[in-house]
């Protein structure tokens, strides 16, 4: 990972948890001890789920890897523009929502020969919907 992608991504994962932590959930990090997992999250009333953080400080590609479909997984997917071009954004999806976008890209792009599923993804604008969607989160 380089420099900046070293800083982008725990930038992302900071803001993360403390808008979760804002929101009354309780926070750990795994420090990159579990695999599509960069924080372990609990709820007030004890509900407990995953959250994987994506970051970027460009309007690029999301590189999502495959991953089975978990309802205590979540995604949060960050934008982080240059302090002065205004606050981070967030996308908030279901570990089901992001599979779907994956394979729908990838439906999208395998006739043309234009997909490796080892870069599976989506582009930038496919999670505009999902914009401050904190409520899919468990309460």
């Not at 709820?43 to 400080?57: D, I, L, P, Y």
């Not at 982080?80 to 999806?93: I, N, S």
């Not at 234009?114 to 309460?139: A, E, M, Q, T």
Request: proline residues 4%; aromatic residues 16%; charged residues 25%.
């Amino acid at each position: 990972m380089s420099q900046k992608g070293y800083y982008t991504q725990w930038a992302g994962q900071f803001y993360v948890a403390a808008e979760l932590t804002r929101r009354r959930y309780i926070v750990g990090f795994t420090f990159g001890n579990a695999a599509h997992t960069d924080m372990l999250v609990r709820t007030q009333s004890g509900k407990q789920f995953a959250v994987e953080v994506k970051s970027q400080q460009s309007h690029g590609f999301w590189i999502i890897a495959r991953h089975e479909l978990e309802a205590d997984h979540f995604y949060v997917f960050v934008y982080l523009p240059k302090p002065e071009d205004g606050p981070p954004e967030f996308f908030v999806m279901t570990c089901a929502d992001v599979q779907r976008l994956r394979q729908e890209y990838a439906d999208r792009m395998t006739p043309g020969g234009k997909y490796r599923d080892d870069l599976g993804g989506f582009n930038w604008s496919d999670v505009l919907s999902f914009r401050d969607r904190w409520d899919l989160l468990p309460v």
